[in-house]
């Protein structure tokens, strides 16, 4: 597997572990407060973890995914995996946020 296909597989599972943790902060915040912005995260956290979960499934679990953007679509494979490490950093910054 190259390089870049082993860095997308770990960001997108760091990227399921901060946003469980966020989603935990976000979900109770809305049960206690019951405001529209904490709801809001909360719903936005779950579909990006359903797309975080879906591209863990596909790195890690179905390797005809990873031999086909290895050798057809490289550059897609490689874009890709740029996404997964600047949404975390982005998730990470959030965790910040939430959690001080």
Request: hydrophobic residues 65%; positive net charge.
């Amino acid at each position: 597997m190259a390089v870049w296909m082993t860095a997308a597989s770990v960001a997108s599972a760091l990227n399921v572990v901060v946003l469980v943790v966020l989603l935990s902060v976000w979900a109770r915040n809305y049960l206690a407060v019951r405001s529209k912005h904490a709801l809001g995260l909360t719903v936005f956290g779950l579909l990006l973890l359903a797309e975080n979960c879906l591209s863990v499934y596909y790195y890690v679990l179905d390797p005809q995914v990873a031999v086909l953007l290895r050798s057809a679509a490289p550059v897609a494979g490689r874009a890709m995996t740029l996404v997964a490490v600047l949404e975390l950093g982005g998730l990470v910054f959030l965790a910040w946020i939430a959690l001080d």
